[in-house]
């Protein structure tokens, strides 16, 4: 019936321009599908399940750049790429330009060495590639190049054990109802014995193109012929996906490299009409618009269909597979147009949002910070009621374990904790953008400023911990900046209504949009791909999440700590009843958080004293699950279970017991096996406490206090955004202060750096202000 329904169309193709004429009707639906079979896919992420592909390989992929020749290393990229595809069992085709480059660089060569001795000679060698050359016909380049390019085709996917199979075609083939069954019936044929098709046109004998030269004066076959073959091609074998590679990232809103141009992650039916293409690709005269019309029909025809670049050497070699894997790479082409707006669209709002409420006088965004607030008590039935279905969920899955479903939990009472650090932050955004920190009179009448402005766009990812969607969005609030949300899907429920409520506190004064929570599909990854619109990315969660964040943002800063490996030492001259209180507290109160214990240090005197014995029995009737540490079990005949390694963050009621010989011992160990995190010192010596406090670099070091005080709410910041590690900007609980940096403001008469010439009359002062005396329409702090 589908091969019926498509010979039908055959006197229609066969007439003069009426393959255009019929993607053209295909791409504003006036046709009807070319295949009754299935749907393409909705959403990028469902690419993985792709079964059958069709690679194009556009000309300026395949051909190098200076249209002689083939481009061997993409090539070998991308046949590596195809080669891996196929042995995971997917079908995989390639549609391919390149005979007629190919051929050309042949055909070149041969003219060359036909040329005289002499006539070479006289030439000289620097004047050998500018020898007058007869023009090379494109159609006797591809026949002279098609031979080698399958060659080349087959050598390179031998080194991967694949065979390859080589098929030509023309348009004739599609017309002709016999063939067409011929061409469907071999195709199946060696995609059943894992043969990977290799599919040209057969430019040796299409009519002559339209006059059109390169800038070797050849006439150059049009590429449109292999995007609309592409597109025929995966419609009649059903492709599950087409992805057509290209010289550009995708398919842009207006030409690429023009002002405020913006690629276009996902293009729906009718998106073509907003589109402004440019000028046409620098081999062949398809052009970007006969790729889209050709991709919108394979696209009716229900195969999905993604443009992307090939030729960039940064993405080449996992181009194909990143595509194939449902990231963000090219443009994806989707008949399912989703309500909101797309996780571009959220942050461009979150940006413009985000400057007007920096823009707010402090007063105004404490207003909003307390409203919020207020609304986290006064709606507390419902906020429970959403998270209670979260949890259900969560148990009957089985998806987390006791600890996550413990963050995942919330409370009456840790909402009005909640409420009451909140209004912290309200107290302490009242002088927190706009503070001028270094005033210097640099000359008569020529001052200058250091001032506190937000970073920007935030970047928050969470998981199973809702409570910390109000505590960030109170802090982006107060410090002026705009932030976007990625929570956990396990408290999709409680995310929502605790957005919907910070949003209606920020209806208040009209800046609604500067908070965004993503609740589409995008992956971390995605999102870690937005360098031109994100500032700053913080990580909420498990080490592990935070390490694949700081592996995918390779152009934004990351704050964050990769693991949470904290120590408490416990010198020989402690104190009893301090040690086993901070032990306790430190391990047991809160085991799954960041700032929980994870290695306790013994100093080697206190083995076989009372102060251990009782420290042991408080673990066991804690039910701490205890492992020695190498030099802890050389001590003991029979001694639990050695611990596999000392940089473990157990994030449960384990921890490591390991002995060390002296205080400079434990600070060495845990320089060595920390994460600079919170590290403890448990000791009645003042002296000794002061040398391990300046000594040891973590973030957080304290003298007989649990580590569970590193805490932004502990630490009166009102909440934190989380904890850092990093060397640069913030350390430790990052609160408002670390969401804001500075800028200079210069003020002046008329001045330029000419007044301060050695024949100027002007000299630098450089004379220190008051910070206290601001200028109007600052604020500031003495």
Not at 86 to 100: C, F, K, L, W, Y
Not at 462 to 470: A, I, K, N, V
Request: charged share 20%.
């Amino acid at each position: 019936m589908y091969l019926q329904k498509m010979f039908s169309c055959s006197q229609i193709l066969a007439r003069p321009n009426a393959m255009q004429t019929f993607i053209r009707a295909a791409s504003q639906g006036k046709m009807p599908l070319a295949r009754a079979h299935g749907k393409s896919f909705a959403h990028r992420s469902e690419l993985r399940q792709a079964k059958r592909i069709v690679v194009k390989l556009g000309s300026a992929v395949v051909t190098r750049g200076d249209e002689c020749g083939l481009a061997l290393g993409r090539l070998a990229s991308i046949v590596e790429q195809v080669a891996m595809l196929q042995n995971q069992g997917r079908e995989m085709m390639i549609v391919t330009s390149g005979a007629v480059a190919f051929g050309k660089q042949r055909l070149r060569h041969e003219i060359l060495l036909s040329q005289s001795v002499r006539q070479a000679l006289h030439s000289g060698q620097n004047q050998l590639k500018d020898m007058s050359l007869p023009v090379l016909e494109a159609r006797a380049c591809a026949a002279a190049g098609q031979s080698g390019l399958m060659a080349l085709y087959e050598a390179m996917f031998t080194q991967y054990s694949t065979c390859t199979a080589q098929i030509l075609v023309t348009n004739l083939d599609f017309h002709d109802e016999q063939k067409r069954r011929n061409l469907n019936s071999t195709l199946h044929e060696l995609l059943r014995m894992n043969i990977v098709p290799i599919i040209n046109t057969n430019d040796a004998v299409v009519p002559p193109p339209e006059p059109n030269s390169d800038l070797q004066g050849v006439n150059v076959i049009s590429i449109k012929d292999n995007d609309s073959l592409a597109a025929r091609l995966a419609v009649e074998m059903r492709a599950d996906l087409l992805i057509a590679l290209s010289d550009v990232e995708g398919i842009y809103d207006r030409p690429p490299g023009s002002d405020d141009a913006k690629l276009l992650d996902t293009f729906y039916p009718g998106d073509q009409h907003s589109i402004t293409y440019g000028t046409k690709s620098r081999v062949g005269i398809g052009g970007m618009e006969a790729k889209v019309k050709a991709a919108l029909w394979a696209l009716q025809g229900g195969t999905s269909v993604v443009i992307a670049n090939g030729t960039n050497p940064k993405v080449t070699g996992h181009v194909i597979t990143d595509i194939v894997e449902g990231k963000k790479v090219g443009t994806f082409f989707s008949e399912v147009k989703p309500a909101g707006p797309t996780v571009e669209q959220q942050t461009e709002m979150a940006r413009s949002a985000g400057r007007t409420l920096a823009s707010l006088e402090p007063e105004q965004r404490s207003e909003i910070i307390c409203t919020f607030a207020d609304l986290l008590t006064e709606r507390k039935d419902e906020i429970l009621s959403a998270n209670k279905k979260d949890m259900e969920l969560a148990v009957s899955t089985g998806c987390l374990s006791p600890p996550m479903l413990n963050r995942l939990s919330l409370s009456s009472s840790k909402l009005n904790s909640l409420s009451i650090g909140l209004r912290q932050i309200a107290v302490s955004s009242q002088d927190s953008v706009g503070r001028v920190l270094r005033r210097t009179r640099v000359a008569n009448k020529l001052e200058l400023e250091q001032i506190t402005v937000p970073i920007g766009v935030l970047l928050v990812i969470f998981e199973s911990r809702p409570d910390c969607l109000p505590q960030v969005s109170a802090l982006a609030i107060a410090s002026g900046n705009a932030l976007l949300l990625k929570g956990g899907k396990e408290a999709a429920n409680t995310n929502r209504i605790l957005h919907e409520l910070v949003q209606e506190a920020l209806s208040i004064h009209g800046v609604k949009d500067a908070i965004q929570l993503v609740s589409t599909r995008e992956e971390v990854e995605d999102l870690c791909r937005l360098e031109k619109m994100i500032d700053l990315i913080i990580p909420r969660g498990s080490s592990q999440l935070v390490r694949d964040i700081q592996r995918a943002a390779k152009s934004i800063p990351v704050l964050g700590h990769s693991e949470g490996i904290c120590h408490v030492y416990v010198d020989h001259e402690a104190s009893v009843d301090n040690a086993i209180k901070i032990i306790r507290d430190s391990k047991c109160d809160y085991p799954a958080a960041c700032n929980a214990m994870e290695t306790l240090l013994v100093h080697r005197d206190l083995l076989r004293t009372p102060l251990f014995d009782q420290i042991i029995d408080m673990l066991r009737t804690e039910h701490v699950q205890v492992h020695a540490g190498p030099k802890f079990a050389s001590y003991l005949t029979f001694s639990p279970s050695e611990v596999k390694s000392l940089r473990t963050e157990y994030g449960d009621l384990e921890c490591c017991i390991e002995v060390v010989d002296s205080m400079q011992d434990a600070i060495d160990h845990i320089h060595k096996y920390g994460s600079s995190h919170t590290d403890v010192i448990v000791t009645e010596n003042e002296a000794t406490a002061e040398q391990f406090l300046q000594q040891l670099d973590s973030a957080c070091v304290f003298w007989n206090a649990s580590s569970r005080f590193a805490d932004g709410y502990r630490f009166g910041l009102g909440a934190e955004v989380g904890i850092s590690t990093a060397r640069i900007h913030a350390r430790g609980p990052v609160g408002l202060e670390g969401l804001l940096t500075t800028k200079w403001v210069l003020r002046g008469e008329g001045h330029t750096v000419a007044d301060f010439s050695e024949q100027g009359s002007m000299t630098y002062l450089h004379e220190n202000l008051p910070v206290a005396q601001v200028l109007p329409g600052h604020r500031t702090t003495s």
